[in-house]
């Protein structure tokens, strides 16, 4: 079976470890990994603040950048609901239209794609902690994916998962809102601080690096002695 990787702008640039994690997993379940080095950004900032004739030049590049692929495999909920919005966003172009049907057809989240394409709910992993995961928005409400993340984890030797209180809410990072509301985002990332707090979580897990640099970030200034990890790096660990 063959893979290509969609590592995404902050994977690309903040955190190569988690692609380094993904490409591990899905070699370890028989995937032949194609990394096309054309990939750019997936469009979804210009998008959601409304310059969508912009982002249609950008999803028409990696419409043709991941034409070729079998399989789209990226760390990110959120960019893979972007490649899943270019049929909409290209629905005047008949042509472009198809060719995006055909790449949102084939393009997953990464717990989804091992859970719901390779059938594989259980990746041997072990770390011993207390954890809770945060359910981005875009991966949920939009994706859809509930299940897979869980079902993961669950299977995780020595992780001790804990329900997060009021999971369904955002962490108020959105892309640009975090910039364009600042003080709004703040007042939410710190109530996402709070109920991670009251997990008593050494961990916190994530599906989508946006969310995590929030949140982090957030936890960092606030100094507060959590670790936060992209479930990739979970799901690959080997901690004895």
Known sequence: MKVSLFITCLGDVFYPGVGKDVVELLERYGCEIDFPGEQTCCGQPAYN?????????????????????????????????????????????????????????KTYELTQFLYRVLKVNDTEASLQARATYHTSCHMTRLLGETEAPYELLSNVRGLQLKELPNKQNCCGFGGT??????????????????????????????????????????IDRLNKPVKVMHIAQVLNSREA
């Open 49 to 105: 603040s409304g310059y969508h004739k912009d982002t249609k030049k950008t999803a028409k590049h990696m419409i043709q950048t991941f034409e070729h692929a079998e399989y789209v495999v990226t760390p990110s909920g959120s960019c893979a609901v972007m490649f899943k919005e270019y049929p909409s966003l290209l629905k005047d172009e008949p042509r472009w239209k198809q060719r995006a049907e055909e790449l949102s057809a």
């Open 177 to 218: 809102f975090a910039v364009k509301m600042t003080p709004i985002s703040e007042q939410m990332v710190d109530e996402k601080v709070e109920h991670i707090e009251e997990t008593e979580a050494e961990i916190l897990i994530g599906s989508d690096n946006g969310c995590l640099m929030n949140i982090g970030g957030r």
